[in-house]
């Protein structure tokens, strides 16, 4: 990645405004840092010396005279300034010739310039009280400032040595992040560019930080899974679709051909036509069970599921079915061993339960038995339709729940192979396994709630 791409990414920005963060905190803790360095000084030096002229304005002359100097004897590096004046103003004792212009309020009082002791010409900064006497005398005490202004320095050439290695740190590492994010930016988007291209095989580069921008990745990766799965069913219902038209196109045409070469009377055709009708019928049925499995589908995805119980379904569906039960000869029983609550959408597991109880009869021969049931055991779900018919062969258990597929006695049932590829759509999206055992006699489906499941 090119630098100028860099400076204009997003995440460049973000790291310069993190590192700008760093610098504006860092420096205001600097500033605290130096502006307590230079002013605790002075406020310490301002209250001594207000003490020491109040305890000094108090004493005797002599005693006073005698602290004096002894505080300029222990003065050796020479900040100290000490006067005594007389009330006429002449100096009695001290190391400076006149009164700086301070009030005499016994307060500390910047003075900017003062001369050194025993110099004309050079002067430094200083802190001064001056406090008038009970004999009419002024007390004046003062403290040279040069060197709190050489601490001041010393500290704010260390803050600003140290400033400048925190900004240049918290630049470097803003652009290292910057660097990191915006390659794995320009991954993410090479990745989106051949998904466009058509290439949906390809998914976004993960890494193992398990970040935001992770979990953003991984979100899209499962949801290219499901587009491509959907491709891949859309693409399925096509085919199956175009295969399953071209026999009954096919018959339609021939039966047409035939009945207009071969026909000799208005009846031939009439016969024709209805065969030919038939088998359209077939088709468009065909083609409406392949949309009404991809509806399910869609609608297994999208619906908000809700409170349902499988013995009320089953109850009703036994109320239902048993009329067209016993107009063939089949007896039709239902069992319920207390309610069995689910989260469900009731009316796809009505249809669900419908198209194994429908074919349950179908297949039923008069005289036979159909059983549904449904129970709780151990908070798992089961739910039974069994028959007397003749059952469902070992090597056709599994593939009876293929489109199109359909057993043996598929020239003695009408159907077309999708009742109950639908039903198993339904239980697996509800989180139910369907399958088939031996009922001895006839075929027994079972609805349980799946391994592993709560």
Do not use: W
């Not at 002067?123 to 202004?149: K, Q």
């Not at 900004?167 to 803003?174: E, F, H, N, T, Y």
Request: glycine share 8%.
């Amino acid at each position: 990645m090119r630098i100028p791409e860099i400076i204009r990414s997003t995440a460049f920005r973000v790291a310069l405004g993190f590192a700008l963060a760093v610098t504006l905190a860092t420096s205001f803790v600097f500033a605290l840092v130096y502006l307590d360095i230079s002013t605790s000084d002075v406020k310490r030096l301002r209250g001594v010396l207000v003490d020491e002229a109040a305890k000094g304005a108090n004493e005797s002359e002599d005693d006073l005279k005698r602290a004096l100097d002894l505080r300029l004897t222990r003065d050796l590096r020479r900040l100290d300034y000490v006067a005594l004046f007389d009330a006429k103003g002449a100096l009695v004792f001290g190391n400076i010739e006149r009164l700086p212009d301070i009030p005499l309020d016994g307060f500390a009082h910047f003075v900017a310039e003062i001369n050194l002791p025993g110099s004309m010409d050079r002067t430094e900064p200083a802190l001064f009280v001056a406090r008038r006497r009970a004999d009419g005398g002024v007390l004046a005490l003062g403290r040279s400032l040069i060197e709190v202004y050489a601490i001041r320095r010393t500290a704010l050439r260390a803050l600003a040595t140290g400033a400048v290695p925190t900004i240049l740190l918290a630049l470097a590492i803003g652009a290292f992040f910057a660097r990191n994010a915006s390659r794995r930016l320009v991954r993410i988007h090479e990745t989106i560019d051949r998904i466009m291209q058509g290439d949906l095989t390809a998914r976004l580069p993960v890494g193992g930080a398990a970040d935001d921008l992770d979990k953003v990745t991984q979100a899209v990766n499962v949801m290219l899974d499901e587009i491509v799965r959907l491709l891949d069913r859309l693409k399925s219902v096509g085919d199956n679709i175009a295969h399953d038209l071209r026999t009954p196109l096919a018959v339609v045409r021939a039966k047409l051909e035939r009945g207009l070469s071969e026909a000799s009377s208005v009846d031939d055709l009439r016969a024709a036509a209805i065969d030919a009708i038939a088998q359209v019928d077939k088709a468009v049925a065909t083609i409406a069970a392949l949309l009404r499995i991809a509806e399910v589908e869609g609608r297994l995805r999208s619906s908000a599921f809700g409170p349902i119980d499988l013995t009320m379904i089953c109850a009703e569906l036994f109320e239902f079915y048993e009329p067209l039960a016993q107009s063939r000869g089949i007896v039709m029983t239902f069992r319920a061993h207390g309610p069995t609550p689910m989260p469900g959408d009731a009316d796809l597991m009505r249809e669900a339960l419908s198209n194994l109880i429908d074919n349950a009869i179908k297949f039923t021969p008069s005289g036979g038995a159909v059983r549904v049931d449904a129970a709780m055991n151990a908070g798992q779900i089961l739910v039974g339709v069994g028959d007397t018919g003749p059952g469902v062969a070992p090597g056709d258990r599994d593939r009876i729940f293929q489109r199109f597929y359909r057993g043996a006695a598929k020239d003695a049932v009408p159907g077309f192979g999708l009742g109950l590829s639908i039903a198993k759509t339904i239980a697996s999206a509800h989180g139910l396994d369907l399958m088939v055992i031996d009922n001895e006699p006839g075929a027994r489906f079972e609805l349980s709630t799946r391994r592993g499941a709560n």
